[in-house]
């Protein structure tokens, strides 16, 4: 089993549509998990944090479902500036340890 | 707001050079990492280094990869001997004690011919 799974892209929605990205992971020892978002050909860059009572920012919200070992985010109200690839991100140890990712989801938001 | 840099963006070398690539994390972190991504491939960790040391590394950061922090600013990797295979984004990242959240450079585009 991959350590950190993502639903298959690309996923096309017109602009105001809402749009929900899974992911689960293997390590039932992961402690802190993440969403990044990466342009083409640029870096990642950290969109949320993921808590377990789960949180929002604006427009996204994130969940953690630990049991389950499953992490998901909510993108409402989709702009065209959302369009980028959404990757989930486990940090297994606490500490300054790795940041394992996900192969990441596409996301094309159309006019 | 603070960011990493790194430098060059784009390197271009033969195979069995070596190269260095360049990063300044930001300035109140002490954490730093080097990651690389092949090309439609996902992220993979190589190395995270803290107090002047290697704290964890991947498999994929073996004998021909080293880091260093020269200075109080710089933070580099190097690859002694390059090879085809070395061809990929590498992203510098690093974050501030006691928190996980880790924030990356704009890359360096490395292609070995």
């Known amino acids: 089993r991959k350590e950190v799974e993502q639903d298959p892209g690309p996923f096309n929605v017109p602009e105001g549509a809402t749009v929900a990205f899974n992911c689960t992971y293997s390590n039932s020892a992961s402690q802190s998990f993440f969403w990044y978002r990466q342009d083409c050909r640029k870096e990642p860059k950290l969109l949320m944090s993921v808590y377990s009572s789960g949180n929002e920012d604006g427009r996204f919200t994130a969940q953690l479902n630990r049991a389950s070992q499953y992490i998901s985010l909510l993108i409402r109200d989709s702009k065209l500036s959302d369009s980028a690839t959404y990757l989930c991100?486990?940090?297994?140890?606490?500490?300054?340890?790795?940041?394992?990712f996900g192969k990441g989801t596409m996301l094309l938001v159309s006019p | 707001e603070p960011e990493v840099t790194q430098t060059p963006s784009h390197q271009v070398t033969q195979m069995g050079q070596e190269v260095i690539l360049r990063c300044v994390p930001i300035?109140?972190?002490?954490?730093f990492y080097w990651y690389r991504q092949i090309l439609g491939q996902k992220v993979e960790f190589l190395v995270s280094?803290?107090?002047?040391?290697?704290?964890?590394k991947s498999e994929i950061f073996d004998d021909q990869f080293s880091v260093e922090r020269p200075d109080g600013s710089n933070f580099t990797l190097k690859i002694r001997s390059t090879k085809l295979e070395d061809s990929a984004m590498y992203f510098c990242a690093s974050s501030p004690q006691g928190v996980h959240e880790q924030y990356f450079g704009p890359g360096t585009r490395l292609t070995v011919t």
């Open positions: 300035s109140n972190h002490l954490y």
């Open positions: 991100v486990v940090n297994v140890n606490s500490g300054y340890s790795t940041l394992t």
């Open positions: 280094f803290y107090n002047n040391e290697i704290s964890e």
